[in-house]
């Protein structure tokens, strides 16, 4: 009798942890390699691992198995790779105003890498700062872009808006340049809360990686 591809093999054995009632499949991993089943991941209990054992010699084909499930219980932190990247999806979703799917999670290992691109650089910050506090997580790759690059007119705007807002202030003073993603800010202000007025609003323009506060005190 011909023996099955490996693939179909994989395919059937899935199908069979997901048929049997007795066995929560969920954080079961299912690698096949010349007709031997490896399981690896996490079962809730032990009468689980060995209902998923018995799931798998069941399937026609079956040469051998390896297994490597890890009995967790349902109180143990969820540290496994991709619970973490849910949490951190997750986390996202709740906490950052950003489209779905615009900031990318991968962990591996406990290691969270971030990619994608946002607009403004406290996104990114605060993004890789709450998936380091997550449960499980080793270390974080930051490699959210920012962009598009700002420009002066939309960050002077800015300044010039903040300054309104607050009674008695004029952003005349300040004069804005930029390089590449980062804004310098130069020119004199009255007093040392309008220049950090001015810095948070540079950091406010789309794109801003980066701002210089050359502003000096007029006395």
Do not use: C
Request: aromatic share 4%; no cysteine; glycine share 10%.
């Amino acid at each position: 009798m011909l023996r099955k591809e490996d693939d179909q093999l994989q395919e059937d054995v899935i199908a069979e942890l997901e048929w049997d009632p007795s066995v929560d499949h969920t954080d079961i991993g299912v690698a096949v390699h010349d007709g031997i089943v490896t399981l690896a991941g996490y079962v809730k209990n032990f009468p689980q691992k060995v209902a998923a054992e018995r799931a798998v010699r069941r399937v026609a084909g079956v040469r051998a198995l390896a297994e490597e499930l890890k009995v967790r219980l349902v109180s143990d932190p969820k540290t496994a790779d991709h619970e973490i990247a849910k949490r951190i999806v997750d986390m996202i979703g709740w906490t950052v105003a950003v489209p779905d799917g615009q900031i990318k999670v991968k962990v591996e290992h406990g290691w969270v890498t971030l990619t994608g691109t946002v607009d403004w650089h406290f996104i990114s910050r605060e993004v890789a700062r709450a998936a380091g506090q997550i449960s499980g997580v080793t270390g974080v790759s930051n490699s959210i872009k920012v962009g598009p690059l700002p420009t002066p007119a939309d960050v002077e705007a800015r300044i010039m808006a903040a300054f309104k807002r607050q009674a008695g202030l004029d952003a005349g003073g300040v004069s804005v340049t930029t390089d590449g993603s980062t804004v310098q800010l130069r020119g004199k202000v009255k007093a040392w809360g309008e220049r950090r007025i001015a810095e948070l609003a540079a950091w406010s323009a789309p794109g801003v990686t980066g701002v210089e506060d050359h502003l000096a005190i007029d006395n």
